[in-house]
């Protein structure tokens, strides 16, 4: 598996919009043919090959991601991924997964799971939670941002229901839900629901893990996926009626980040507008210093 540059280098045209013939790829514009680590190998109007090739960017395939990095090959520390996923592998584990195209810029994604303030009004409907009303307790290393909230008695809804198999009238004891901005790329985060005793041989606590990820396309779209999973064994096909499920709540915020998207461009004052911050933007103010200090770093 390779991944190469999307521009032709004789007259720009897009090479993903070409034929792979074999491991190559075939230029739509004038039929240029490069070869898996770029090379040019072949002209269809000429018999000589000019001296070019396309930038080639490492690659690895580790479940449930293809992990590219975009930087100078001689740069990359090591091939491992920055966070392990191994959760959605586990066979112990019902695990889906999905992707969809946001008319938005990446960060304007992390600044929406960043702020789980909104879960009450974007996610009225389809999560009926209400009670995201306190700011979440925020904690720092070097490169992440997490925060932390933690709830007490809470009703149970939807999957929650259905995978922890309790009482509709039953309240978790405990509901604990966590975030993290690991890196531009990816967002991680958990909900851990803990009943205190056992009920009819039930079990007493339960994990729930996701994560997001995202692809800029370029300044003004991403390329957004997600993995999740309960550490519940389920019958076959859950997982796939899971990541559906899971989709509907991510098109509402969708919808609203496409939507202040669409403010920024038509707004000439862009980001020059007045925003007020609240103490519920703590750990999206963190990561976007994170950003800019990643930024800074490359200059």
């Known amino acids: 598996m390779t991944a190469l540059e999307n521009r032709c280098p004789h007259r720009w045209a897009s090479l993903s919009k070409g034929r792979l013939i074999g491991d190559a790829i075939e230029c739509?514009?004038?039929?240029?043919?490069?070869?898996?680590?770029?090379?040019?190998?072949?002209?269809?109007?000429?018999?000589?090959?000019?001296?070019?090739?396309?930038?080639?960017?490492?690659l690895v395939e580790k479940s449930p991601f293809v992990w590219i990095w975009m930087g100078e090959p001689e740069q990359v520390v090591d091939h491992d991924?920055?966070?392990?996923?191994?959760?959605?592998?586990?066979?112990?584990?019902?695990?889906?997964?999905?992707?969809m195209h946001v008319d938005g810029n990446y960060m304007l994604l992390h600044d929406n799971l960043m702020d789980l303030?909104?879960?009450?009004?974007?996610?009225?409907?389809?999560?009926?939670?209400?009670?995201?009303?306190?700011?979440?307790?925020?904690?720092?290393t070097e490169k992440t941002v997490t925060f932390r909230q933690v709830f007490g008695q809470r009703k149970l809804a939807g999957s929650h229901l259905q995978f922890t198999r309790t009482d509709p009238d039953r309240l978790?004891?405990?509901?604990?839900?966590?975030?993290?901005?690991?890196?531009?790329?990816i967002h991680l985060a958990a909900e851990y629901i803990r009943f205190d005793g056992p009920s009819g041989g039930q079990r007493t606590s339960f994990t729930f893990r996701i994560a997001h990820a995202m692809t800029p396309v370029d300044a003004?779209?991403?390329?957004?996926?997600?993995?999740?999973?309960?550490?519940?064994?389920?019958?076959?096909?859950?997982?796939?009626?899971?990541?559906k499920g899971a989709a509907h709540v991510f098109e509402?915020?969708?919808?609203?980040?496409?939507?202040?998207?669409?403010m920024l461009s038509k707004d000439l004052r862009g980001f020059d507008y007045p925003e007020i911050k609240l103490q519920a933007d703590t750990p999206q103010l963190h990561a976007r210093r994170k950003l800019e200090i990643l930024l800074a770093d490359e200059r």
């Not at 000429?46 to 930038?55: E, G, K, M, N, V």
């Not at 303030?117 to 720092?140: E, K, N, Y």
């Not at 978790?172 to 790329?185: I, K, L, M």
């Not at 509402?252 to 669409?262: C, M």
């Open 252 to 262: 509402e915020d969708k919808e609203i980040v496409e939507q202040i998207a669409t």
């Open 28 to 58: 739509p514009y004038h039929g240029l043919t490069f070869d898996a680590d770029g090379k040019c190998i072949k002209v269809p109007s000429q018999s000589r090959i000019p001296d070019c090739a396309l930038h080639a960017y490492p």
């Open 220 to 243: 003004g779209s991403t390329r957004y996926f997600f993995a999740l999973g309960w550490d519940v064994v389920t019958p076959p096909g859950t997982g796939d009626a899971m990541a």
């Open 172 to 185: 978790a004891d405990e509901f604990v839900t966590e975030g993290s901005w690991v890196t531009p790329a």
């Open 81 to 99: 991924p920055p966070v392990s996923l191994d959760w959605f592998d586990d066979a112990e584990w019902t695990v889906g997964k999905g992707a």
């Open 117 to 140: 303030t909104h879960f009450g009004f974007v996610h009225r409907d389809s999560l009926d939670f209400g009670d995201w009303i306190h700011p979440p307790a925020v904690s720092t």
